[in-house]
């Protein structure tokens, strides 16, 4: 267990919906990421936030938005969905937001969009 | 960006074998990570390691950073080693991750 908790871990919808995956970082880390995995492009950055303030973004789509809280959750809102949108979309977190940080997964949330 | 290559991408494996798998990256890197992806999708953290070497039970990593490359060990391998064993890299400056495609391992009984 790494200490990082996303929910929910299996999401079904349909095109043109919009839903909100949520991850919980490990206690006493400051930073989140969001990566997507699918078939066609593999593991991909999407977005970083340390602290309540975006840090780096990656190659994440204009549909997608993300935001970290006061009590330091995440959470990656992705509207308009499309087919394509069907993943594996993990978080991950560290203690700061340097560059050599391990960083820790949580268990994902399997999107599928029919 | 930076590029991340993986070999071989599979392998079959009789159980109590030992195996390398590796990673060569196109740029320096301040972070590398291997991971161990299990059947039901989950990322295990298995090495920080941007350069040097280390073990953790039957699983040892070596990073070559000057040379660009890192090695995953796995000694006697058992059934539950199967999955996809991901290298993943941080170029300077940032922290966030470019992975390879995977190695898929599967050790078989």
């Known amino acids: 267990d790494s200490g990082v908790t996303q929910t929910p871990k299996h999401l079904i919808t349909a095109t043109g919906q919009r839903v909100t995956l949520r991850c919980s970082p490990r206690s006493g880390d400051l930073s989140v990421y969001w990566y997507q995995q699918s078939l066609d492009q593999g593991l991909q950055f999407l977005i970083q936030?340390?602290?309540?303030?975006?840090?780096a973004k990656g190659n994440i789509l204009e549909r997608f938005s993300a935001q970290q809280f006061p009590d330091l959750h995440s959470e990656l809102n992705l509207s308009s969905l499309e087919l394509g949108d069907s993943a594996l979309y993990f978080c991950?977190?560290?203690?700061?937001?340097?560059?050599?940080?391990?960083?820790?997964f949580g268990p994902g949330t399997r999107l599928t969009v029919l | 960006g930076i590029q991340v290559e993986q070999s071989p991408p599979d392998l079959i494996l009789q159980e109590g074998a030992n195996s390398t798998l590796r990673c060569n990256f196109s740029d320096s890197v301040n972070n590398l990570q291997w991971f161990h992806q299990n059947p039901w999708g989950q990322l295990i953290n298995l090495f920080y390691i941007p350069s040097g070497t280390k073990q953790n039970g039957r699983l040892s990593a070596t990073t070559v950073a000057t040379e660009r490359y890192s090695l995953l060990y796995i000694s006697s391998s058992q059934t539950t080693d199967s999955g996809v064993y991901f290298c993943a890299v941080a170029p300077g400056g940032n922290n966030r991750l470019a992975f390879g495609k995977g190695n898929q391992v599967v050790v078989i009984p």
């Open positions: 936030y340390y602290n309540g303030e975006e840090r």
């Open positions: 991950a977190s560290t203690r700061t937001s340097g560059r050599t940080d391990t960083q820790y």
